[in-house]
């Protein structure tokens, strides 16, 4: 099954929005996680290429090299989308297993990558099959991504991945903060459920130094599909109604958690027209699949949000992409 991509400004993105249009939130008590403490299980052939990787990291860091770290996290078993029974709010349960960063390679590095049956694990798994339903061993990676708003003067905030991230996203604009499920980080030792909302606040604070004492009016706005790459992402528009962007660089200047992440970051104000243009302006191969998808959202929450809940202003972000377009037609 082909999975529609995301459009904007003209272009056609490496995304698929799997839930969501931007026009109401998914509450933080519909969003359910379900964690099932298995292991995914590769078939024989990509277990050897997974085992070629890890022999070649351990190899490397016994001789002081660069490597990776080998860190735990989790697969995508399955998402599932329902609507509540009277007021048809969305529900998203996602199923999880246990994965880790050498799965996530083995798969990502090796999309290419021809099995002995003569097909690569793209067309067998992506094209040939729905991608949205991959087996787990083939979803080890899950993203949450927001896009933050400062409310007292009113900007966007978009980051730009550092050249030392590893990955096919290194120094491309990406969303203003995002953070990969960890076990170690995001897996409550109490037992109780995986929150993608607190998730969402820890790449605020280890990526943007967002701390729990700021105001923080955070929603879910829905899942994609990296097509392209083949990573989920969760959606998220953030707004700190207290805080401003000199704000923000000072605490940077400062010191940051996760401050590698990052090389540079831009402030736009944060009107459809604008954010657009910024997205136009930037050539097409240096945005990360996901990010367009992600704010175009977050401008569509916006605007219902500013018209009382009207879904119907959503087409005030499409007006404004209009412009957008008209005024960058040679």
Same mark, same amino acid.
């Given at each position: 099954?082909?999975?529609?991509?995301?459009?904007?400004?003209?272009?056609?993105?490496?995304?698929?929005?799997?839930?969501?249009?931007?026009?109401?939130?998914?509450?933080?008590?519909?969003?359910?996680?379900?964690?099932?403490?298995?292991?995914?299980?590769?078939?024989?052939?990509?277990?050897?290429?997974?085992?070629?990787?890890?022999?070649?990291?351990?190899?490397?860091?016994?001789?002081?090299?660069?490597?990776?770290?080998?860190?735990?996290?989790?697969?995508?078993?399955?998402?599932?989308?329902?609507?509540?029974?009277?007021?048809?709010?969305?529900?998203?349960?996602?199923?999880?297993? =246990?994965?880790?960063?050498?799965?996530? !390679?083995?798969?990502? *590095?090796? %999309?290419?990558?021809? +099995?002995?049956? /003569?097909?690569?694990?793209?067309?067998?798994?992506?094209?040939?099959?729905?991608?949205?339903?991959?087996?787990?061993?083939?979803?080890?990676?899950?993203?949450?991504?927001?896009?933050?708003?400062?409310?007292?003067?009113?900007?966007?905030?978009?980051?730009?991945?550092?050249?030392?991230?590893?990955?096919?996203?290194?120094?491309?604009?990406?969303?203003?903060?995002?953070?990969?499920?960890?076990?170690?980080?995001?897996?409550?030792?109490?037992?109780?459920?995986?929150?993608?909302?607190?998730?969402?606040?820890?790449?605020?604070?280890?990526?943007?130094?967002?701390?729990?004492? =700021?105001?923080?009016?955070?929603?879910? !706005?829905?899942?994609? *599909?990296? %097509?392209?790459?083949? +990573?989920?992402? /969760?959606?998220?528009?953030?707004?700190?109604?207290?805080?401003?962007?000199?704000?923000?660089?000072?605490?940077?200047?400062?010191?940051?958690?996760?401050?590698?992440?990052?090389?540079?970051?831009?402030?736009?104000?944060?009107?459809?027209?604008?954010?657009?243009?910024?997205?136009?302006?930037?050539?097409?191969?240096?945005?990360?699949?996901?990010?367009?998808?992600?704010?175009?959202?977050?401008?569509?929450?916006?605007?219902?949000?500013?018209?009382?809940?009207?879904?119907?202003?959503?087409?005030?972000?499409?007006?404004?992409?209009?412009?957008?377009?008209?005024?960058?037609?040679?």
């Amino acid at each position: 099954m082909r999975r529609d991509r995301f459009t904007v400004v003209g272009r056609e993105t490496g995304c698929h929005i799997f839930e969501g249009d931007g026009t109401r939130p998914v509450l933080e008590e519909e969003m359910r996680v379900k964690y099932r403490p298995r292991r995914v299980e590769f078939p024989e052939e990509i277990a050897g290429w997974r085992h070629a990787i890890q022999e070649e990291e351990r190899r490397k860091e016994a001789l002081g090299l660069p490597h990776r770290w080998n860190n735990q996290r989790f697969a995508v078993e399955r998402v599932v989308v329902t609507r509540t029974h009277l007021a048809e709010e969305p529900v998203v349960t996602l199923t999880l297993q =246990d994965a880790d960063y050498y799965d996530f !390679l083995t798969t990502s *590095l090796n %999309l290419e990558r021809k +099995q002995s049956n /003569g097909l690569t694990l793209r067309q067998q798994y992506l094209e040939g099959e729905d991608p949205a339903h991959a087996p787990a061993w083939m979803n080890c990676s899950f993203g949450v991504n927001v896009a933050l708003e400062t409310g007292r003067d009113g900007r966007m905030l978009f980051s730009r991945r550092s050249a030392h991230v590893a990955g096919p996203n290194s120094s491309r604009w990406n969303s203003s903060a995002n953070e990969g499920l960890a076990r170690r980080h995001d897996l409550p030792e109490d037992g109780s459920p995986v929150s993608l909302y607190a998730v969402a606040r820890r790449a605020l604070y280890e990526e943007l130094a967002v701390h729990a004492t =700021d105001t923080l009016d955070l929603e879910m !706005l829905g899942f994609g *599909l990296d %097509l392209d790459n083949h +990573q989920w992402a /969760g959606f998220f528009r953030a707004v700190l109604p207290d805080l401003d962007e000199e704000t923000l660089r000072l605490r940077w200047s400062r010191g940051v958690t996760d401050k590698w992440e990052h090389d540079r970051f831009e402030f736009v104000p944060a009107d459809p027209e604008s954010v657009l243009g910024f997205i136009a302006d930037q050539p097409p191969e240096l945005w990360t699949p996901c990010a367009p998808a992600l704010f175009y959202l977050a401008l569509v929450r916006g605007a219902v949000r500013a018209a009382g809940g009207d879904p119907a202003a959503r087409f005030q972000v499409e007006a404004a992409e209009q412009r957008v377009i008209e005024a960058r037609r040679p």
